[in-house]
């Protein structure tokens, strides 16, 4: 059961690595979109453009060779089925429906804001990629540290 736990704690360890990175990388590609519209020279804002992206580019493929690594565990210890119990699923289920709702929520609002502002198609799918990828994985963790104090009393 012990091997289970650090199975279940590794994948949503990894899950957030991926989660916090994509939205550094992507969210740093996001203020590049956004200061090239806004006619920003090079200044040092690149720097602070520049860090973000590069460590969320490297975590994101931490992160990436980290769920490889995670994969052939669980395949090496035939767990797949004890991990994905219904809580997992449950789980799962929730993160996927409350990413589809915030994306419906924030495609409601960039329609708004088109209406206000003027902005390239590619900030908004940017803006809508960030989204609809972090907001699943960051419920999911979420969920997941809420179950956790009652893993390790069963233990």
Not at 22 to 27: I, R, S, T
Not at 61 to 70: G, H, K, N, P, T
Request: glycine share 8%; aromatic share 8%.
């Amino acid at each position: 059961m012990a091997d289970i736990n650090k199975l279940i704690r590794q994948r949503d360890r990894t899950l957030g690595l991926a989660a916090l990175s994509f939205l550094l990388w992507q969210g740093a590609q996001l203020a590049q979109d956004i200061g090239l519209e806004l006619g920003w020279s090079d200044a040092p804002q690149d720097l602070f453009i520049l860090i973000p992206l590069l460590v969320g580019a490297i975590g994101w493929a931490a992160a990436s060779v980290l769920f490889l690594l995670y994969a052939s565990k669980v395949s090496r210890t035939r767990t797949q089925s004890v991990i994905q119990d219904e809580l997992f699923c449950h789980n799962q289920r929730i993160a996927i429906r409350t990413g589809f709702m915030v994306l419906i929520g924030s495609i409601s609002l960039l329609l708004a804001a088109d209406l206000l502002i003027d902005f390239s198609a590619a900030i908004a799918i940017r803006a809508l990629l960030i989204i609809g990828i972090f907001t699943p994985l960051a419920t999911f963790v979420l969920l997941g540290r809420g179950g956790e104090g009652d893993e390790e009393e069963a233990a």
